[in-house]
């Protein structure tokens, strides 16, 4: 094996882009290849990195120049790739949510068990260093027994249009906070209870904004808010919250308060200075310690810090979100 390790990236929206330009920047691994349903956005982000673009997805996988595959499409369509990229033996990084379904995640899990390779799922959220160091002071005791979990992911209506029309609220945002919310408790959502309302996107069949309350194995209860349609006037795009209450202390995160305006005549904005921030050149923050993380994995043989029990936990939650908004009722996860 070359020193470095040999990547690719299938779907080239804002995420895949984000991938390979980390992998082609880092300093232990390179850009091989990309693939894209659309063939001239491969061939631009192709001719911008000097790798070659993938006319499909087993003519980017089975090339032996590739250790890693980055899953990037939509999130109903993260199995094909997955699968693809396990049976030709590469490791697999996939987006968040691993998948839509629980079968979809379970297929995903057995391939890449069955070919030895791993599989991480990007809840980037945990190498976001405030959820981090929020974490290790619970685990450390400092809130003592967890008696109530508020999280909350609202995103401007622009996010809410551009994805609505393929995917879930509680698929695209809320897997992000129900991991964390397992993350930092400790313990497993046994029932879920949520409500929805539509009229901003009432054109698209989506949800504007879900709550869900929850109970959890160890006795807490949480409270998750679930938005994309917050008006494009506010300056930060996210606006995200995590509190966990316990019997000895508190623990509180707030995203979107981030102490950078930049302001002209109409606006000011918070430009993201966590996740994917521009810095001497190349990009850092939390995606780039993400993948960064699962390469050295990869490279060392450990095993990844989301576990795929973790990422298919998280898709269990949603999907009885869905069945509880179907149904109008509480559902109980097993
Ligand atoms: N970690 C995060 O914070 C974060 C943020 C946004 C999105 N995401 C996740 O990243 C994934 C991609 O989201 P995005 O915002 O980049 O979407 P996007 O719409 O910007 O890009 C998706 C790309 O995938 C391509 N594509 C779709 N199906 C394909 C297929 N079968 N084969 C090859 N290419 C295909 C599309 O042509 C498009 O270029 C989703 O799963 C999403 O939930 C994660």
């Given at each position: 094996?070359?020193?470095t390790?040999?990547?690719?990236?299938?779907?080239?929206?804002?995420?895949?882009?984000?991938?390979?330009?980390?992998w082609?920047?880092?300093p232990?691994?390179?850009?091989?290849?990309?693939?894209?349903?659309?063939?001239?956005?491969?061939?631009e982000?192709?001719g911008?990195?000097?790798v070659t673009?993938?006319?499909?997805?087993?003519?980017?996988v089975?090339?032996?120049?590739i250790?890693?595959v980055?899953?990037?499409?939509?999130?109903?369509?993260?199995?094909?790739?997955?699968?693809?990229?396990?049976r030709?033996?590469?490791?697999?990084l996939?987006e968040k949510?691993?998948?839509?379904s629980v079968?979809?995640a379970?297929?995903m899990?057995?391939?890449c068990?069955?070919?030895g390779?791993?599989?991480?799922?990007?809840?980037?959220?945990?190498?976001?260093?405030?959820?981090a160091?929020a974490?290790?002071?619970?685990?450390?005791?400092?809130?003592g027994?967890?008696?109530?979990?508020?999280?909350?992911?609202?995103?401007i209506?622009?996010?809410?249009r551009r994805?609505?029309?393929?995917?879930?609220?509680?698929f695209?945002?809320?897997?992000?906070?129900i991991?964390i919310?397992?993350?930092?408790?400790?313990?497993?959502?046994?029932?879920?209870?949520?409500e929805s309302?539509?009229?901003?996107?009432?054109?698209?069949?989506?949800?504007d904004t879900?709550?869900?309350l929850?109970?959890?194995?160890?006795?807490?209860?949480?409270?998750?808010e679930t938005?994309?349609?917050?008006?494009?006037?506010?300056?930060?795009?996210?606006?995200?919250?995590?509190?966990?209450?316990?019997t000895?202390?508190?623990?509180?995160?707030?995203?979107?308060?981030?102490?950078?305006?930049v302001?002209?005549?109409d606006?000011?904005?918070r430009?993201?200075?966590a996740?994917?921030?521009?810095?001497?050149?190349?990009?850092?923050?939390?995606?780039?310690?993400q993948l960064?993380?699962?390469?050295d994995?990869v490279?060392?043989?450990r095993?990844?810090m989301?576990?795929?029990?973790?990422?298919?936990?998280?898709?269990?939650?949603?999907?009885?979100?869905?069945?509880?908004l179907?149904?109008?009722?509480?559902?109980?996860l097993?």
């Open positions: 094996m070359p020193d390790l040999g990547c690719g990236v299938i779907g080239l929206g804002m995420m895949g882009e984000r991938h390979a330009r980390i082609h920047e880092l232990q691994t390179r850009l091989v290849s990309v693939h894209d349903l659309v063939p001239a956005r491969a061939d982000l192709a911008a990195f000097g673009a993938r006319a499909s997805i087993d003519d980017l089975s090339d032996p120049a250790d890693i980055s899953v990037c499409t939509d999130d109903q369509s993260h199995v094909e790739s997955c699968v693809s990229a396990a030709a033996g590469k490791h697999v996939v949510p691993i998948a839509t079968a979809d379970d297929t899990i057995s391939a068990d069955a070919a390779v791993k599989l991480m799922t990007g809840h980037c959220v945990r190498f976001d260093p405030r959820y160091v974490q290790q002071a619970i685990a450390d005791g400092k809130t027994d967890i008696v109530q979990v508020f999280g909350r992911r609202n995103n209506v622009d996010s809410g994805i609505g029309p393929r995917a879930s609220v509680a695209f945002l809320g897997v992000h906070d991991d919310m397992r993350w930092f408790t400790g313990s497993d959502i046994t029932r879920v209870y949520a309302a539509s009229k901003v996107l009432a054109d698209i069949p989506t949800e879900i709550f869900t929850m109970k959890f194995a160890n006795g807490a209860v949480g409270c998750l938005c994309w349609v917050v008006p494009t006037g506010v300056p930060n795009t996210l606006d995200a919250r995590l509190e966990v209450v316990g000895e202390g508190r623990v509180a995160v707030r995203v979107g308060d981030e102490s950078l305006d302001a002209g005549h606006r000011a904005t430009p993201d200075v996740y994917g921030p521009l810095m001497l050149d190349a990009q850092h923050g939390a995606l780039r310690t960064e993380h699962f390469a994995c490279a060392g043989d095993p990844p989301v576990s795929n029990a973790d990422a298919r936990a998280a898709v269990a939650v949603a999907e009885a979100i869905h069945q509880s179907s149904t109008g009722l509480p559902v109980n097993s």
